[in-house]
């Protein structure tokens, strides 16, 4: 169905038919109860609460406590994001937890070691997406010392990694 038929079978609803629905869409799926409820209760303190869930997620993935546990997908960690930019949060909470996979995927692998091709495709990937959202909202100097961490925990990597984050770096804040 088409947005604007959509909207025209809305519009004949009764109001209390519309609060029904909504109400019914809020009971059922989760997805709209958690945007309810972030919109609802918009504030800083909620906002970076609701943040650092999603960081969970992200860090999950890149457990650097309990390495053998961590699944290391960036498929997942990128969904977080995805979902967390689907409650339209502020340009800043959404540009810190998209620097985060980056920074946990860099400081990964500059605990644990050289990895795969792939892993280090999608640190920058994720890196150079991060820093484009911020420049596009005019934010990247609020994470300027957290982009260089990743400069700094990538320079040990071979395999180019860490010339690659560097120069993703470079391309943005030199």
Known sequence: MSKAKLKKELQALSKEQLIEHVLD????????KEFYNFFLNASPANEHACAEKYKKIVRKEFNLIHPMNAGMKFSVAKRAIADFKNLQPSAHSLADIMLYLPECACDFTYQFGDMTEQFYIGACNNFQAALLFMAKHHILNDFKLRSLQCV????VCGYGFADEIASIYNEFYD
């Open 25 to 32: 869409m809020y009971e059922k799926h989760k997805a709209v």
């Open 152 to 155: 700094e925990w990538a320079s």
